[in-house]
T-cell receptor, first 112, second 113 residues
């Protein structure tokens, strides 16, 4: 079965700095990869997903992620963060429905 | 826009009470899910349903049951609430394609005293 590891539980950064949230996955077959964001007191919403094709995926709010098959990684990046990006971010991997596996989450805190 | 709604945002119950959490989606999705979210553990799947009256256990089904009598509605039932069931509960729905993302409700924060 597939699994996901988010390498950082908390990432503090200053406003306008770049950020990378790291995600590694484990699977013996091809996977679909997702990043979700959870703002305080809200449910999860999809940031972006990788299905196939180009390894660089662009999502909402200026985020992008790069799929690296050899390193089994799917790191999320943003070149310049805002205070409003403060949230918890979840990486998820799916092989077949409905078995989607989520990481433990990374709490991004953007400081002024 | 897909909308997934949950009946309560916050709920406080006493140990031993029977608790119902309701979830409704408006996109005619076949799949519906109940997750539990705890700090440092991410989301853990309790149950999912792929059709009306059909259900499958997830990773942590003990102490929970579910009901899906209509396609748009999926209920989570705590038969006898315990303090270790204090948590955030998230409902989600999706189409059946392997690459389809899940759409989440706002969550219910349940406290069992």
């Amino acid at each position: 079965a597939q699994s996901v590891t988010q390498l950082d539980s908390q990432v503090p950064v200053f406003e306008e700095a770049p950020v990378e949230l790291r995600c590694n996955y484990s699977s013996s077959v091809s996977v679909y990869l997702f990043w979700y964001v959870q703002y305080p007191n809200q449910g999860l919403q999809l940031l972006l997903k990788y299905l196939s094709g180009s390894t660089l995926v662009k999502g909402i709010n200026g985020f992008e992620a790069e799929f690296n098959k050899s390193q089994t990684s799917f790191h999320l990046r943003k070149p310049s963060v805002h205070i409003s990006d403060t949230a918890e971010y979840f990486c998820a991997v799916s092989v077949v429905q409905p078995d989607m596996r989520f990481g433990a989450g990374t709490r991004l805190t953007v400081k002024p | 826009d897909v909308k997934v709604t949950q009946s309560s945002r916050y709920l406080v119950k006493r140990t031993g009470e029977k608790v119902f959490l309701e979830c409704v989606q408006d996109m005619d999705h076949e799949n519906m899910f109940w997750y539990r979210q705890d700090p440092g553990l991410g989301l853990r799947l309790i149950y999912f349903s792929y059709d009306v009256k059909m259900k499958e256990k997830g990773d942590i089904p003990e102490g929970y049951s579910v009901s899906r009598e209509k396609k748009e509605r999926f209920s989570l039932i705590l038969e006898s609430a315990s303090t270790n069931q204090t948590s955030m509960y998230l409902c989600a729905s999706s189409w059946t394609g392997d690459a389809d993302e899940q759409f989440f409700g706002p969550g219910t924060r349940l406290t069992v005293l």
